[in-house]
């Protein structure tokens, strides 16, 4: 199977049913590119960099989250609505099956926080985080907490019309990605698939953005993106994690 057949292999809904359901709203997607051997050093054994034309990438994610819940509750007020903000590569585990790992998970709601690193193993990292729509403009702040960092400051609209990823071209490598890699604190390295309708997507103007996210990670950006895409809400179901062979 081929890396483009493998991620469309992916996007196929699981028959098992969902542990619960999120919509993510108001996405932006800045990528870097990176030498592989480089981001190949940071992963967890058992999954080997991602390429596209011989290149690695990183990407900055700031993104609402909206009507976070498990399957069997409805969405609550304040609990279910907050910002997140992550920084990421892409990989595939010893099976073939592509995905994403995090380095980070910056998010304005501490008890998702805790959840995610408690039960996911996620990097997930308290910040104050504020985001506001003056018509097609999204203005996005977050400052991690406990850190002496400056306020990541980002500022984008759309500026072309929706379009979904065409299969094999550098947006489909980069925002079709359906499963997440986590390590648990014992060294197992766990998978977790998500599903929804594959993203409607334009071209993004960036007025403000910033590298601080991918610093506090560890590495260092230079020059501007080599991709700045911002997409429409997307229903998603999430279903758990299994462990990786």
Same mark, same amino acid.
């Given at each position: 199977?081929? /890396?483009?057949?493998?991620?469309?292999?992916?996007?196929?809904?699981?028959?098992?049913?969902?542990?619960?359901?999120?919509?993510?709203? !108001?996405?932006?997607?800045?990528?870097?590119?990176?030498?592989?051997?480089?981001?190949?050093?940071?992963?967890?054994?058992?999954?080997?960099?991602?390429? *596209? !034309?011989?290149?690695?990438?990183?990407?900055?994610?700031?993104?609402?989250?909206?009507?976070?819940?498990?399957?069997?509750?409805?969405?609550?007020?304040?609990? /279910?609505?907050?910002?997140?903000?992550?920084?990421?590569?892409?990989?595939?585990? %010893?099976?073939?099956?592509?995905?994403?790992? *995090?380095?980070?998970?910056?998010?304005?709601?501490?008890?998702?926080?805790?959840?995610?690193?408690?039960?996911?193993?996620?990097?997930?990292?308290?910040?104050?985080?504020?985001?506001?729509?003056?018509?097609?403009?999204?203005?996005?702040?977050?400052?991690?907490?406990?850190?002496?960092?400056?306020?990541?400051? *980002?500022?984008?609209?759309?500026?072309?019309?929706?379009?979904?990823?065409?299969?094999?071209?550098?947006?489909?490598?980069?925002?079709?990605?359906? *499963?997440?890699?986590?390590? @648990?604190?014992?060294?197992?390295?766990?998978?977790?698939?998500?599903?929804?309708?594959?993203?409607?997507?334009? !071209?993004?103007?960036?007025?403000?953005?910033?590298?601080?996210?991918?610093?506090? %990670?560890?590495?260092?950006?230079?020059?501007?993106?080599? /991709?700045?895409?911002?997409? @429409?809400?997307?229903?998603?179901?999430?279903?758990?994690?299994?462990?990786?062979?």
């Amino acid at each position: 199977m081929t /890396s483009v057949e493998a991620q469309l292999a992916a996007r196929i809904r699981p028959s098992s049913p969902p542990v619960g359901s999120q919509r993510w709203n !108001d996405l932006l997607f800045l990528h870097w590119q990176m030498d592989p051997l480089i981001v190949q050093d940071t992963l967890p054994s058992g999954l080997t960099v991602d390429t *596209f !034309d011989g290149a690695a990438y990183l990407g900055i994610v700031p993104f609402l989250m909206q009507r976070v819940r498990p399957r069997w509750l409805p969405p609550v007020p304040w609990l /279910s609505w907050f910002l997140e903000l992550n920084v990421r590569t892409y990989v595939h585990d %010893a099976e073939g099956r592509p995905g994403v790992l *995090f380095y980070s998970l910056d998010c304005n709601q501490p008890i998702a926080v805790w959840v995610a690193r408690a039960a996911f193993s996620l990097p997930y990292f308290h910040a104050r985080m504020t985001a506001m729509r003056e018509n097609d403009r999204v203005d996005y702040t977050c400052l991690r907490s406990n850190t002496i960092s400056e306020t990541a400051h *980002f500022s984008w609209r759309p500026i072309s019309d929706s379009r979904e990823a065409k299969v094999g071209s550098l947006e489909f490598f980069l925002v079709e990605r359906y *499963f997440l890699f986590t390590q @648990s604190r014992g060294g197992q390295l766990f998978a977790g698939q998500v599903h929804h309708r594959p993203y409607q997507f334009r !071209d993004a103007a960036v007025m403000q953005q910033s590298t601080i996210p991918a610093q506090q %990670a560890g590495f260092t950006l230079t020059g501007p993106p080599v /991709s700045a895409l911002c997409a @429409s809400a997307v229903d998603v179901s999430i279903f758990p994690l299994k462990p990786c062979r």
